[in-house]
Nanobody, 116 residues
């Protein structure tokens, strides 16, 4: 079963930046579209905020467009999310997964808190 290991979260002030990383197990990483999802403190449904195809074409949700940058290193089975100009509304647990997600295979996520 695939495993996703997210890291890089933390507490940051509004306007700050963070870079998240996610290492993915298995041998199909190079052939799949990857995404970063987030789940807010209210426990609402996970929101897909950024995707990147195996050809490294990115797509962003309107809520993060112009502020977040998704990238991937196929040699390292790793996907990244550079988050800039962070806002309190970005506070959430961030997860990576396939797009569409592999059900039942969510990692622990990494907490991002934006607060002064």
């Amino acid at each position: 079963q695939v495993q996703f290991v997210e890291s890089g979260g933390g507490l940051v002030q509004p306007g700050g930046s963070l870079r998240l990383s996610c290492v993915v197990s298995g041998n199909i990483f190079n052939s799949v579209t990857m995404g970063w999802y987030r789940q807010g403190p209210g426990g609402e449904q996970r929101e897909l905020v950024a995707t990147i195809t195996r050809f490294k074409s990115p797509v962003y949700a309107d809520s993060v467009k112009g502020r977040f940058i998704i990238s991937r290193d196929n040699a390292k089975n790793t996907v990244y999310l550079q988050m800039n100009s962070l806002k309190p509304d970005d506070t959430a647990v961030y997860y990576c997964n396939y797009v569409p997600p592999a059900s039942g295979s969510w990692g622990q996520g990494t907490q991002v808190t934006v607060s002064s």
